[in-house]
């Protein structure tokens, strides 16, 4: 046991399950290897977190803060096809930055162990945001959830070593979102042009 320190901060807290949990899955995330690897005995921990899921939770908030913070950038591309684009690819590379993190954020959890909703929605905010602008707001969401669903299979797929038929799997990421943003931008096209022939009726 490391000698004890007069404080640890929260952030030190969930800074070293970050830690354990990149080291070696979700099963490393302990009280007592958390403890350990700050300085302190295990019951300290209760003092800042009611037990290991509220740990587990505050973890996936860090997260889910950081993959917010990456993606949100590219709201501000003036070119909503090209800021999709970048935003899929920043999802990626988070994904692949930090991948028992990244797998955190998609397992069912109970509610304990969960981050709360309103980061769940602020992490999606982005992306609707350019999803909006590059299809409108009626199919904003549609539009977020196509591309999400993608970017998690691929992703997913590349973390578990899944594409083992070689070739370029950048360029196969890019290929993948490229089609799906231009497949977005024909059916606004299409909507719009629908709309304009029912109005000239």
Same mark, same amino acid.
């Given at each position: 046991?490391?000698?004890?320190?007069?404080?640890?901060?929260?952030?030190? #807290? !969930?800074?070293?399950?970050?830690?354990?949990?990149?080291?070696? &899955?979700?099963?490393? !995330?302990?009280?007592?290897? /958390?403890?350990?690897? /700050?300085?302190?005995?295990?019951?300290?921990?209760?003092?800042?977190? $009611?037990?290991? &899921?509220?740990? #587990?939770?505050?973890?996936?908030?860090?997260?889910?803060?950081?993959?917010?913070?990456?993606? *949100? @950038?590219?709201?501000? +591309? @003036?070119? @909503?096809?090209?800021?999709?684009?970048?935003? %899929?690819?920043?999802?990626?590379?988070?994904?692949?930055?930090?991948?028992?993190?990244?797998?955190?954020?998609?397992?069912?959890?109970?509610?304990?162990?969960? @981050?709360? $909703?309103?980061?769940?929605? &602020?992490?999606? %905010?982005?992306?609707?945001?350019?999803?909006?602008?590059?299809?409108?707001?009626?199919?904003?969401? *549609?539009? %977020?959830?196509?591309?999400?669903?993608?970017?998690? &299979?691929?992703?997913?797929?590349? #973390?578990?070593?899944?594409?083992?038929?070689?070739? +370029?799997?950048? *360029?196969?990421?890019?290929?993948? !979102?490229? /089609?799906? /943003? +231009?497949?977005?931008?024909?059916?606004?096209?299409?909507?719009? *042009?629908?709309?304009?022939?029912?109005?000239?009726?």
């Amino acid at each position: 046991m490391s000698p004890a320190r007069a404080r640890t901060s929260y952030d030190d #807290i !969930v800074a070293a399950g970050r830690e354990l949990l990149e080291a070696g &899955g979700l099963d490393a !995330v302990t009280m007592l290897a /958390v403890a350990e690897r /700050v300085g302190v005995r295990a019951p300290s921990l209760y003092k800042r977190f $009611a037990d290991r &899921g509220a740990l #587990i939770g505050a973890i996936g908030s860090a997260a889910l803060a950081d993959l917010t913070a990456a993606l *949100e @950038p590219f709201v501000r +591309d @003036p070119d @909503p096809a090209s800021g999709l684009l970048k935003t %899929a690819s920043a999802f990626r590379a988070f994904a692949k930055a930090n991948p028992h993190a990244y797998e955190l954020l998609f397992m069912n959890l109970p509610p304990g162990s969960r @981050p709360p $909703a309103q980061l769940n929605a &602020g992490a999606a %905010a982005p992306l609707l945001d350019v999803t909006e602008r590059l299809v409108g707001s009626e199919r904003a969401l *549609e539009a %977020a959830r196509l591309m999400t669903a993608f970017a998690h &299979g691929f992703v997913s797929m590349e #973390i578990s070593g899944a594409f083992r038929l070689g070739g +370029d799997v950048d *360029e196969a990421f890019r290929y993948g !979102v490229k /089609v799906l /943003v +231009d497949a977005l931008m024909d059916s606004r096209m299409d909507r719009r *042009e629908a709309s304009v022939g029912r109005a000239s009726q």
